[in-house]
């Protein structure tokens, strides 16, 4: 039988001609991510397990993002541990504000094709778009890598997701992934990994691949892949012919099969306060909005503010609607304003903040109490992820947050 692309990717690490699912297999690790939120902890049981020096410091990647800019007064000690520890390893990769860490990794060149990848956050998955094998971990388990270079991991069964025609007019890469979420339920990938295919899929730039990947955690999924291209090697800044092995067999193994017609896809909505309550926008048409947020690290790309400019310009925010965008890196918002996206946001009456992850993750940035509604392209709609628990959090694409934000009340795209 042949291999999945996460079995190839552990064979590749592992020097193994061969892995099932269910092996147990210890993988040197490419690459590690540590976030603001988690640095003091990953630092305290990194001293605890007896360790003084990272395995090596030029394969630790520090970023600032969901702390920023600081909304506690405990925020500083993030940074204050942060700065010493990078300061005292020599770590070569740091970034203060620079954009989401989820952002930041395939855009910088981290997370390459058939990486091994651990970041300590869940959206850590979102890295397969590039054909990287990263998923999430805790910090005693990113303390004990920071020490040895090493993981142990269990290999996922595989779920085969083919998605084959043309996404129609309004229709995109979030309608898809939530649509997927909905079928598979909150758990139904749990400690499996995701792998995309077909004509749709390979029509889909990085930046819709990564919105997908970024989601698949939302169904409880280990990893998200989607196989090396033309587009993945531009992006990556690698050949194909370097990758040229990554590729799922013709005959490879799956414990399921999912197969979706692009042409009957709609725009859909996750419903209060469940990430798998999905229902078409058209049943939700008319529903009044207090705030639209358009950002995070699984629709704050470049193109993803085009689609809102384009939706938005020459119209305004309907009245006592708030709407936040958020880019999703310092590069994105520069080139966003180079090519007017910015620009005609903030006429519509948009509220434009600095790259991170904001409202997101409730932080800062906008967060709303009870009684209040909104329509956000974020990842998660939890009672209590964007303010009190009693605020109403639908999430979608941003075509749909943009018309939604100049009608003031759900609406089609």
Known sequence: MGHT?????????????????????????????????????????????????????????????????????????????????????????FHRADGICHQLMPEMGYAKPGNIVFGTDSHTTT????????????????????????????????????????????????DVILRLIGDLRADGATYKALEFSGSAVEEM??????????????????????APDEKTCAYSGVKMEDVDWLYADADAGYCRVMEYKAEELVPVLACPSQVDNIHDVSELAGTKLDQVFIGSCTNGRLE???????????????????LIVTPASRSIYQEAVKAGYIRTLAKAGAIITHPGCGLCCGRACGILTDGERVLATNNRNFLGRMGTSKVEIFLGSPATAAASAAAGVITEP
């Open 5 to 93: 692309l996460i079995e190839k990717i552990v064979m590749r690490n592992t020097g193994e001609p061969s892995v099932s699912p269910g092996d147990i297999k210890t993988v040197k690790v490419d690459r590690v991510m540590i976030h603001d939120i988690f640095i003091p902890f990953v630092v305290d049981k990194f001293r605890e397990m007896g360790f003084s020096k990272v395995w090596d410091p030029d394969r630790v990647v520090l970023i600032y993002d969901h702390l920023v800019p600081t909304s506690a007064v405990e925020d500083v000690r993030h940074f204050k541990i942060g700065d010493a520890f990078v300061k005292e390893q020599g770590l070569t990769h």
């Open 127 to 174: 890295y397969g778009c590039v054909g990287c094998f990263s998923s999430g971990i805790g910090y005693t388990e990113m303390a004990a890598v920071l020490g040895t270079g090493e993981m142990w991991i269990r290999v996922p069964e595989t779920i085969k997701v083919v998605i084959n025609g043309k996404l129609p007019q309004g229709v995109y890469a979030k």
């Open 205 to 226: 730039s990085v930046s819709s691949r990564m919105t997908i990947s970024n989601m698949a955690i939302e169904a409880g999924a280990k990893a998200a892949l989607f």
């Open 304 to 322: 993803d503010l085009a689609v809102a400019a384009e939706i938005l310009k020459g119209k305004k925010v309907a009245p006592y609607v708030k």
